[in-house]
T-cell receptor
Framework: DAGITQSPRYKITETGRQVTLMCHQTWSHSYMFWYRQDLGHGLRLIYYSAAADITDKGEVPDGYVVSRSKTENFPLTLESATRSQTSVYFC????????????FGQGTRLTVV | GQSLEQPSEVTAVEGAIVQINCTYQTSGFYGLSWYQQHDGGAPTFLSYNALDGLEETGRFSSFLSRSDSYGYLLLQELQMKDSASYFCAVVDDYKLSFGAGTTVTVRA
């Protein structure tokens, strides 16, 4: 299917476990982003990427790791999950550096217990 | 870094006009975007302003003043389906950063 997809849609994990959230886009967009959304905080940027093998930290990168070995995939890994990482995570992509229009995945609701 | 400020909530009746203001501070600036998000859904793109002035797209318009680091989203002829959260976002280099969002509630 064309577009940007995230998996899983829902995930429950235990404190201290490693968990990876997947993001895949079919447009070959160069730019990809990970955000977390919590009540009262809007969308906070975790990591972003301009191309394969190019990633940068956003506002809240601590506790997260990303990789971008292929243009279409941008996985986000929580190395040792904490309860404060319970959130809804959104992946997004844009075609150009001006980010004139970002396309979002459906989101992953992660609960850390 | 970047900071964006927008009101947290706005309530209006059907058919009314609502203006959501956004002020921003950023070291570099390419443009200001607006996104809509319904409960339980993903954000969707509404508009983008790179230059000063008003952009109109149907019932929604967006304005930018680069010299004032200010923009707004204007929602006209409000409908119940416009009840949602609205986010302004700035593009700085290729980094896309969002404000905390404004919840718009439309009442009959």
């Amino acid at each position: 299917d064309a577009g940007i997809t995230q998996s899983p849609r829902y995930k429950i994990t235990e404190t201290g476990r490693q968990v990876t959230l997947m993001c895949h886009q079919t447009w070959s967009h160069s730019y990809m982003f990970w955000y977390r959304q919590d009540l009262g905080h809007g969308l906070r940027l975790i990591y972003y990427s301009a191309a394969a093998d190019i990633t940068d930290k956003g506002e809240v990168p601590d506790g997260y790791v990303v990789s971008r070995s292929k243009t279409e995939n941008f996985p986000l890994t929580l190395e040792s999950a904490t309860r404060s990482q319970t959130s809804v995570y959104f992946c997004a992509s844009t075609q150009d550096s001006m980010n004139t229009e970002a396309f979002f995945g459906q989101g992953t609701r992660l609960t850390v217990v | 870094g970047q900071s964006l400020e927008q009101p947290s909530e706005v309530t209006a009746v059907e058919g009314a006009i609502v203006q959501i203001n956004c002020t921003y501070q950023t070291s570099g600036f390419y443009g200001l975007s607006w996104y809509q998000q319904h409960d339980g859904g993903a954000p969707t793109f509404l508009s983008y302003n790179a230059l000063d002035g008003l952009e109109e797209t149907g019932r929604f318009s967006s304005f930018l003043s680069r010299s004032d680091s200010y923009g707004y989203l204007l929602l006209q002829e409000l409908q119940m389906k416009d009840s949602a959260s609205y986010f302004c976002a700035v593009v700085d280099d290729y980094k896309l950063s969002f404000g905390a969002g404004t919840t718009v509630t439309v009442r009959a």
